[in-house]
């Protein structure tokens, strides 16, 4: 176990955009006889605890095994679309052979070429505060997102391809899914009602910069709203204060990095940018009953 988890990027392309990649899943029985072309397997260690700077879909049609996303242990049974934000940490392993493809995309992409369709942070799917992040699917909807998905193979891999075709046909998957998801009532979440854009804002400024700001004033600042009303607000629609949510999400990280790094426990205070390690180990205890020792110990023995 190295001093880092593992950060995987998209290779750089042609284009000025970022391009869409899209992979198959390292154990793949091969290809599917009604595919018309190859399609590379994932490169990448999947079966490794790592984490992206892209967001990621997995279309799994076919398999059986577990998905753990940041802790959570998310079964993988039959057909399933789940769904990953950049900075979680994950691993996937298969008890059996798996079928289907892997989307691998940047904010950047899929907004340049859906300019008129909602930022991704409006899908509950990509949503922090929900992290309701697999849709399974019925055989005909299995169906449905498997044309879509040998279409969207056969641009990729074209030699003359068209990126904003590409992007276009990734704006059509997130469309559905985000219709598949809204006839679903969402199952354990603490959140009533669909959250109203402030708060939205705000998940996504500390998803972006919890490692620097940490005082509710300062996102208040960028939200133009005072600390008062933002915390009024971040409650009545998450059920926890701004500074509470701004402290899950820094812990969050600690945890990632006492259980996938040989970082020290004052290493990762300082990585996380509290200044007083002891502090830090006073706040984690707090939070979360266990020193970070503990916590570290403890986990990696029951998990991963």
Same mark, same amino acid.
């Given at each position: ?13 042609q ?113 922090? #505060? $929900? !992290?309701?992040? *697999? ?10 997102? /498997?044309n879509? %998905? ?13 990126p ?11 469309q559905?899914c985000g ?11 603490t ?11 705000f ?27 933002l ?22 990280? #600690? $945890? !990632?990095?006492? *259980? ?7 290493e990762?205070?300082? /990585?996380?940018? %509290? ?30």
């Open positions: 176990m190295s001093g880092n988890i593992p950060v995987h990027t998209l290779p750089k392309s284009y000025i955009i970022p391009a869409l990649k899209i992979y198959r899943f390292k154990n793949s029985l091969g290809i599917q006889k009604e595919s018309p072309v190859t399609l590379p397997i994932t490169p990448l260690p999947t079966d490794e605890p790592h984490r992206h700077t892209y967001y990621e879909i997995l279309f799994i049609e076919e398999g059986q095994g577990f998905h753990e996303i940041d802790f959570h242990s998310v079964p993988i049974q039959g057909p399933g679309l789940h769904f990953l934000t950049p900075g979680q940490v994950h691993l996937l392993h298969f008890n059996t052979h798996c079928q289907g493809f892997i989307v691998a995309f940047s904010e950047e992409f899929y907004s340049f070429y859906n300019p008129a369709a909602p930022s991704l942070t409006k899908f509950t799917f990509f949503q922090p #505060a $929900k !992290r309701q992040s *697999v849709i399974p699917l019925s055989e005909t909807e299995r169906h449905y997102f /498997h879509i %998905m040998e279409n969207m193979v056969t641009e990729h891999l074209a030699a003359d391809t068209d904003s075709l590409i992007g276009k046909y990734l704006g059509i998957l997130l559905k219709m598949i998801r809204q006839l679903r009532p969402l199952q354990d979440t959140v009533t009602g669909s959250v109203p854009e402030l708060v939205g804002r998940q996504e400024l500390v998803e972006k910069n919890f490692l620097q700001w940490h005082e509710v004033q300062q996102y208040a600042q960028q939200l133009s709203v005072s600390p008062d009303y915390s009024k607000i971040v409650r009545k629609y998450l059920a926890i204060s701004s500074q509470e949510y701004i402290l899950d999400k820094l812990l969050l990280e #600690a $945890k !990632r990095l006492l *259980v996938f790094t040989q970082l020290s426990s004052k990762i205070a300082y /990585h996380i940018q %509290m200044d007083d390690p002891s502090y830090f180990g006073r706040i984690f205890k707090k939070k979360c009953g266990l020193t970070p020792n503990e916590y570290r110990e403890l986990v990696r023995k029951s998990t991963i």
